[in-house]
């Protein structure tokens, strides 16, 4: 598993740590890396801490943003698993810019695969496909060709 992977899934753990007891953000993550970090080196320690951190700073903005794309599902009746890897991919559309959004998506969908029901991977990419228009750059407006009949340089034609 790569270094960004692992970082992903420690983040996450801390998330639903922090999530199903009200552990606060530091605690959570510590009690993660006690039980799982072992095996993460400190690039990838600190990719995790900010993506937890920053997630559970943002988790306000984060589960509006999802609520709005969540047609008839409230977060807080959403699978902890589930709701946590979208918070976490949410965080990375908003404020990791240098990942690509595929990268994001397929990432959460992997790490939905491992840690949920199968059937939640058709469910977080939903969402995930609408949130990745918080990122997709707005299309630059086409600007107006000239006629071709009516070159801009030509002259104007007098009337006889």
């Known amino acids: 598993m790569g270094r ?7 983040a996450l753990q801390a998330l639903y ?14 009690i993660v890396i006690r039980r799982d970090g072992g ?6 320690l600190d990719f995790a801490r900010e993506l937890a951190l920053g997630t559970l700073a943002r988790r306000d903005e984060l589960d509006a943003l999802i609520q709005e794309r969540a047609e008839n599902w409230a977060v807080g009746r959403m699978a902890a698993v589930d709701r946590n890897v979208l918070r976490l991919a949410a965080y990375e559309l908003v404020a990791r810019p ?16 491992k840690y949920s029901a199968e059937e939640a991977t058709r469910f977080v990419n939903g ?25 801009k340089d030509a002259p104007e034609k007098s009337e006889p």
């Open 17 to 30: 740590v922090a999530d199903v007891s009200a552990t606060p953000a530091e605690e959570a993550f510590a």
């Open 98 to 113: 240098d990942t690509p959004v595929g990268v994001v998506i397929d990432e959460a969908i992997e790490i939905v695969r």
């Open 127 to 151: 969402i995930l496909d609408a949130l990745k228009a918080l990122r997709e750059k707005p299309k630059k407006a086409r600007k107006a060709k000239p006629k071709a009949n009516t070159p």
């Open 4 to 10: 960004r992977r692992l970082a992903r899934e420690i």
């Open 39 to 44: 095996e993460a080196d400190a690039s990838a």
